[in-house]
């Protein structure tokens, strides 16, 4: 049992560190350590080249310029500084847009940072709906929005149901009021190209651990005529041009420049394809096993190519993961929100009851994810929920 590998199948949470990643990374620890804002020496200069060459690969995997990436921690300090940082400096200037507009179907990072501006700086904040697919209703986007919005959050694809948005339409919407478009896009390298986001955007969040590339890491574009616009959230030494201060960890900035090189790459092109002949053939045996099995969001092509999210009638979803340890690893919904009580929003917000929704599991596949390991998974699955319903039929009996 000890050696038994577990199956990994939450590739959405996060990512491995692609090997050519981890390998560009490597001489940054403690070869080319020198400080990259170290503007005295050569030592200095050579970090700063290799910072700045990341962010042009970062900038370039979404249609972007070099100028207009600020690197953070994650998708989670990205999102904060885009939808505080706007409307911070906006509240300091007295701006007459008071109303701020976020997908009902947003992270938890979001929504927790619309309740800050509600509670402290007197911002109304909107919940756009979206369908039972989890894709954003541009009827009632168009009822909500008006002169008097600020922001507008729409994520370009969903961690829990892989929603894919139509981003191109939403910001031709946008665009009309003057109002600023957010795009949370840490789950979107996997799933979609992203060359043009950035002409459809003026912020977009990224994540190094949701794309091949190491954690501890996120990018932020801000579009050029923007960035005066953002209040920092950090203080300091005016890294960055002052809107997000800190020594720049290299390595770190290396390894998300690989790996946006690396989701660029026609290699990528091609295993996303073969992810989601792998991720159909996973579902197709998953709902022929007799226990109910039903899928979530959208069962067509705007969905993110590894992701599964099932109920299987009856079965809680925390009893299921429970009893698949330690052969299994998927999650109940987003990782980050996994562990609450409650059960998760983007499913309510698809119209799922309370049951329906303690029922769903996301299994996230990924470009490793071999035949066998889907063959294997079935099988363990089907064990595990008939070894549940005899427990339960026992316990009834
Ligand atoms: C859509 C989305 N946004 C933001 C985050 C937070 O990202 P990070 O872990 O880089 O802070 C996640 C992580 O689950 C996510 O899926």
């Known amino acids: 049992m000890d050696n038994m590998k577990t199956l990994y199948f939450d590739f959405q949470a996060t990512t491995p560190v692609a090997e050519e990643v981890l390998r560009k990374m490597r001489p940054y620890f403690a070869e080319s350590f020198a400080n990259p804002h170290a503007s005295d020496h050569v030592l200095g200069w050579k970090s700063a080249a290799a910072v700045e060459s990341a962010a042009q690969q970062v900038a370039s995997l979404i249609g972007a310029d070099a100028d207009e990436i600020i690197f953070t921690s994650g998708a989670t300090e990205s999102n904060n500084l885009a939808i505080l940082g706007l409307a911070i400096r906006a509240a300091m200037a007295h701006t007459p847009r008071k109303r701020i507009l976020l997908s009902a179907i947003e992270h938890k990072c979001i929504l927790s940072v619309g309740r800050v501006l509600e509670e402290q700086y007197g911002y109304a904040v909107d919940s756009i709906p979206v369908d039972r697919n989890g894709h954003v209703?541009?009827?009632?986007?168009?009822?909500?929005?008006?002169?008097?919005?600020?922001?507008?959050?729409?994520?370009?694809?969903?961690?829990?149901?892989?929603?894919?948005?139509?981003?191109?339409?939403?910001?031709?919407?946008?665009?009309?009021?003057?109002?600023?478009?957010?795009?949370?896009?840490?789950?979107?390298?996997?799933?979609?190209?992203?060359?043009?986001?950035?002409?459809?955007?003026?912020?977009?969040?990224?994540?190094?651990?949701?794309?091949?590339?190491?954690?501890?890491?996120?990018?932020?574009?801000?579009?050029?005529?923007?960035?005066?616009?953002?209040?920092?959230?950090?203080?300091?030494?005016?890294?960055?041009?002052?809107?997000?201060?800190?020594?720049?960890?290299?390595?770190?900035?290396?390894?998300?420049?690989?790996?946006?090189?690396?989701?660029?790459?026609?290699?990528?092109?091609?295993?996303?394809?073969?992810?989601?002949?792998?991720?159909?053939?996973?579902?197709?045996?998953?709902?022929?096993?007799?226990?109910?099995?039903?899928?979530?969001?959208?069962?067509?092509?705007?969905?993110?190519?590894?992701?599964?999210?099932?109920?299987?009638?009856?079965?809680?979803?925390?009893?299921?993961?429970?009893?698949?340890?330690?052969?299994?690893?998927?999650?109940?919904?987003?990782?980050?929100?996994?562990?609450?009580?409650?059960?998760s929003h983007v499913l309510k917000a698809i119209g799922l009851t309370t049951e329906e929704a303690e029922s769903v599991i996301r299994f996230s596949l990924g470009f490793e994810t071999s035949d066998q390991e889907v063959d294997e998974s079935v099988k363990l699955i089907d064990n595990t929920l008939k070894k549940l319903y005899t427990n339960s039929s026992n316990g009834k009996g």
């Open 137 to 343: 209703i541009s009827r009632e986007l168009e009822r909500l929005l008006g002169d008097d919005v600020l922001l507008v959050s729409i994520m370009a694809v969903n961690n829990e149901i892989g929603s894919i948005q139509d981003v191109g339409a939403l910001s031709e919407i946008i665009g009309k009021t003057g109002a600023v478009f957010h795009c949370d896009a840490a789950q979107t390298p996997i799933a979609v190209g992203m060359e043009d986001l950035a002409i459809h955007t003026d912020m977009i969040s990224l994540s190094g651990h949701k794309m091949y590339g190491p954690k501890g890491i996120g990018a932020l574009y801000i579009r050029r005529g923007l960035q005066d616009d953002i209040e920092p959230l950090i203080y300091g030494g005016g890294q960055q041009n002052g809107l997000r201060s800190g020594t720049l960890p290299t390595p770190l900035c290396v390894g998300m420049g690989a790996a946006a090189e690396y989701i660029r790459s026609p290699e990528v092109s091609k295993r996303r394809k073969e992810l989601q002949t792998r991720k159909d053939r996973f579902l197709d045996m998953l709902l022929a096993l007799p226990w109910g099995g039903r899928l979530y969001g959208n069962d067509g092509q705007n969905r993110h190519p590894g992701n599964i999210s099932i109920g299987f009638q009856g079965f809680n979803a925390q009893d299921v993961l429970g009893a698949l340890q330690p052969r299994l690893a998927a999650s109940t919904g987003s990782a980050c929100t996994s562990g609450l009580p409650e059960p």
